[in-house]
């Protein structure tokens, strides 16, 4: 009872801050820096994007902006992205507030600095203080200081980059609190990055955040699902209009009695910032002979047996441990609405042999074999410090592609994600020489859905750049123009292999699908498959399970390169309970234009 009727709170709250959206002119009454607005113009090529009736533009599993068709690997011919006007848009009675403004976007905007209270925009001193920011420190080689914009409850501001604060930051605050903050979007941007600098909010409940929220309103996209918890390291971006007469809009909702605060980066990206992400030019390769490999491995780390024990200290808590320890643990399930409309439905229909399918089940579920030494140089293993409990797929040097779900419906803190590259045998130490990696944020999709498993994508960030070889190679991005259906493909993983009480498998574990359409799929699962899914099934009692989650699913190019063509997301009926049942992937031709924009640095 206490949790619809907490809901019931915030979906009153959503309402009123959404109906309660200022326009241009309860601007100018609010506090707000005095710049003048200047009128949209939408520069982009109608030749190279395309809107579908709910658009967006970063990729929101088929209901946003895609760019033209073209790959992201060698040889790649995807459109690049449109460039933005060379100057502002030139209106009746623009050009002259533009022109006569000292603080024009043109002077002062261009340049960034950093100080030692945060990052900020190079400013005279007297504007700084007239814009309401804090004047910090000199800009490097130049007489401008470095200004930083520290923003709270009701504040209002156009500039590309500023804090959005809890009323009493640094110091904690208790009690109940309804707070929103405005971002005026200005007329070269595309895109708004939320990072969760310090957060501290109550915890999820049931993997969803039902007592304190943040939203993100007014995007391309529509509002945003809640989020709580410890964001710390987090971040996330929307996608805006260029100069759209709607602001951006945080809205926190607190209503736990506990200590809460919160300092949240909000940045404006220009349009003439976005890239197209493109993948190394070794991507999806595999060496021809990896037994080869694997024994040129052996000769050439055995003089540095040592530096391979010290590189993976960390790991001895689990490789050593007692036998029957635990050295895994999985995100807390969340039974979205697939699990409730069609895994009891379908379970019921096969209730005239149920106990002989589950007995088949336990036999013989998952049904892959171990894959061999660096054969899928691009997966990653992600831990929780030493648990395992998900897996991922390389996609350069720094980031690494996996299943929002793994991340955003438990509690996980991003000090305390850990990486291994180049692994084959979890329990083994000294069997590969693997990378072990930290985690600078965790870029997750706005519009990630816990119930829908709707955009189950995220990014995460490596503490530093990986050295890439035969052993670590980032996989290549799929072209969007290709649907992918009807191939044959590769899915690998450390998930559990027997369901419901079966253990991972600590050795890499490869199986053989094929993908379906949409189409078809939906009339298999009988439920609705969104564009931003793709589903594939195995040949009989196999698939995937809790622990393969975020994994890779490749499809091998005729030029013998392996493309990344899925994420794996969720199983229907649960583990291969049905023969060649098809599983649900993330669908990552769908988030390319959402991977160019995260991936700026």
Known sequence: ??????????????????????????????????????????????????????????????????????????????????????????????????????????????????????????????????????????????????????????????????????????????????????????SDVCAVRIEYEKVQLARKLGGVCDIDQIFILNSVDGPTTGQCGPLSGYSTTVAVNPGQTKPVKLAVLVQNEAYYHWRIKVMQIRCSQLRNFHAPGTCGRKDQDVSAAATEEFMETLPSLFHILQDVKWRRAHTARTPGGVWWSFPEPVFNTFYYGTMKKHLQQQSSHSVHLVREAEERIVGGSDAELYEFPWQVAIFLEDLFFCGGALINDQFVLTAAHCLMTRDTPVESIVLQLGDHDLTTINETTHVTRRVRSVLFHSHFHPFLLANDIAMLRLDKPVALSYRVRPVCLPNPADSYTGRQGTVVGWGITSFPMGEPSPILQKLAVETLSNFQCARIIEEPVGLGMICAAPSSFQGTCFGDSGGPMTITEPDGTDVLVGLVSFGVTGCAVIPAFPDLYTRVSEYLKWIDVNAIT
């Open 1 to 186: 009872m206490m949790v619809y009727s907490l809901t019931g709170i915030t979906r009153i709250f959503v309402i009123a801050v959404i109906l309660a959206r200022p326009t241009k002119e309860d601007f100018r009454n609010k506090r707000q820096d005095p710049r003048p607005f200047v009128p949209y113009v939408d520069f982009r090529s109608k030749e190279n994007v395309t809107r579908t009736p709910s658009s967006g533009s970063l990729g929101d599993g088929g209901q946003g902006m895609r760019a033209g068709s073209g790959a992201t690997g060698p040889g790649s011919t995807r459109s690049p992205v449109p460039a933005p006007p060379t100057g502002p848009p030139k209106g009746p009675g623009t050009a002259t507030l533009l022109d006569e403004s000292p603080l024009s976007p043109l002077k002062y905007f261009q340049e960034r600095c950093a100080s030692s209270k945060g990052d900020g925009s190079c400013y005279p001193a007297a504007d700084c203080q007239r814009l309401g920011g804090v004047a910090i420190e000199l800009c490097p080689g130049r007489k401008l200081q470095c200004c930083v914009f520290e923003r709270s409850c009701g504040d209002v501001s156009g500039e590309r980059l500023t804090y959005f604060q809890s009323p009493d930051y640094p110091a904690q605050s208790m009690g109940t609190l309804a707070c929103d903050y405005d971002v005026a979007i200005q």
